[in-house]
C-alpha cells in the first residue's frame, strides 16, 4: 500500500484530494496548519498532524517516520489580491513552506511530487491561457507558485524528484471556507446572502472568470500519480467556461433562491480576464463531461444552505495598509 502526505488536507481543495488519494488505495497523512481549513473537512480515514509546512524539524520525523511514497502539496495561502499586502507571509507560506517539503522529498526519494500552482502565474496575457506561454505574473502570489514551478524543474535535472504540476482556476465546490473574505468569490457571495448583506464587487463586475467545480479537479489531482506519463509535465486544470462577475452574482442568487443587491467597490489592482486553455489536460487524463456551472452552484448551494452562515474574520497579518482594498 502506497503512503502519501497531503499538504492543506484540512483545506478545501486538500481535503476533496485527500479522500480521492485514500480512494486510490493509499495510507494518507494530512498535515495542516488550520489557518484556513477545519478538522471536520479531514477524511477520517487519514491520520491527521496539526503542524506546518514551515517546521522543517517537524517534517523531517514525519517523512522519516511513514517513508512516504507521493507527496500532494496544497498547503498554501491562496489569497491572490490579499498577497500585495502580505508579502512576508505570502512568501514564508508558499515558498520557503514548498522548499521545505521539496528538502524532504529529496533527501526521502519520493516518486512523485504532486504541486497544485495556480493560473495567476500567467498574469494578464491574453485568454486563454496555454501551457506553452511563458508565465509573467503580476502579484506576490503568482510569484510564489511560479517560482515553486521552477524550483520542481532544477531539482528534477539535479536530483531526479519527479513531479507533476497543475494550474487550476477558480475552484468551488462543498467545504470551502466560505467565512473568508478575500478569496474565492463564490463562498464570499454565498456567504454575504445568508447574512443579508449585499453582494461586493470590485469594478464593474465585468471581469471575466472560469469556474471550476471540485469534483472536475480533485480526482484528477490524485490520479497523476498513477500515470508515469503525466510526470515532469505542467497541466492547466479546470472549467473552459467563462463568466463575467455579474453573471455569476445572478447564478448565484438563483442557486440560493435569494434575492440580493450589488455594492460596487473601488476596483482592485488585478486580472481582468482569465480563463485557460485544457487541451493538453484532456489529452492526458480523458476526463468525463464537465459539471456546469448551474448545476455546481446548486451543488454548493445545498451544502453551504445546510451549514449555514460563517462569521467573516480579519486577516491578523497585514503588512502593508496602503492602498488596501475597501472592505479589506
Avoid at 503580476?138 to 531526479?160: C, H, N, R
Avoid at 453582494?199 to 469556474?211: D, E, H, P, S, V
Wanted: charged share 20%.
Amino acid at each position: 500500500m502506497p503512503t502519501s502526505l497531503v499538504t492543506g488536507g484540512a483545506g478545501f481543495i486538500g481535503s476533496h484530494v485527500a479522500q480521492e488519494v485514500l480512494d486510490l488505495g493509499h495510507k494518507v497523512i494530512v498535515l495542516d496548519d488550520l489557518s484556513g481549513g477545519f478538522t471536520s473537512n479531514t477524511p477520517k480515514s487519514a491520520k491527521f498532524i496539526h503542524g506546518s509546512i514551515l517546521d522543517h524539524d517537524l517534517l523531517s520525523e514525519l517523512f522519516k517516520e511513514h517513508q512516504f511514497d507521493y507527496v500532494y502539496h496544497l498547503g498554501a495561502y491562496a489569497a491572490e489580491g490579499l498577497s500585495h499586502f502580505i508579502k512576508r507571509y505570502n512568501y514564508q507560506n508558499n515558498v520557503i513552506g514548498s522548499i521545505n517539503l521539496i528538502n524532504e522529498s529529496v533527501k526521502h526519494n519520493i516518486k512523485c511530487f504532486v504541486f497544485t500552482s495556480s493560473i495567476a502565474v500567467y498574469g494578464s496575457q491574453i485568454p486563454p491561457m496555454s501551457e506553452d506561454m511563458i508565465p509573467q505574473p503580476e502579484d506576490p502570489y503568482g510569484i510564489a507558485k511560479y517560482s515553486i514551478e521552477q524550483e520542481l524543474k532544477v531539482t528534477k535535472e539535479q536530483f531526479g524528484l519527479n513531479y507533476v504540476i497543475f494550474r487550476p482556476h477558480n475552484v468551488y465546490g462543498e467545504r470551502q471556507n466560505i467565512g473568508d473574505k478575500y478569496r474565492n468569490v463564490i463562498g464570499i457571495f454565498m456567504n454575504q446572502i445568508m447574512r443579508n448583506q449585499p453582494l461586493t464587487i470590485f469594478g464593474n463586475g465585468k471581469q471575466t472568470r472560469a469556474f471550476s467545480y471540485i469534483k472536475d479537479v480533485a480526482p484528477y489531482i490524485a490520479r497523476s500519480t498513477k500515470n508515469i506519463d503525466t510526470w515532469n509535465q505542467i497541466f492547466n486544470i479546470g472549467s473552459d467556461e467563462n463568466y463575467t462577475l455579474n453573471h455569476l452574482a445572478k447564478e448565484v442568487g438563483r442557486a440560493m433562491n435569494s434575492k440580493f443587491t450589488i455594492k460596487y467597490l473601488k476596483e482592485r489592482n488585478e486580472v481582468l480576464h482569465a480563463h485557460s486553455s485544457h487541451e493538453k489536460f484532456k489529452k492526458f487524463f480523458s476526463p468525463s463531461k464537465e459539471t456546469s456551472l448551474y448545476e455546481g452552484l446548486n451543488r454548493m448551494a445545498k451544502w453551504a444552505l445546510k451549514s449555514g452562515p460563517m462569521k467573516s474574520s480579519e486577516f491578523s497579518n497585514i503588512e502593508i495598509e496602503k492602498g488596501l482594498p475597501e472592505g479589506w
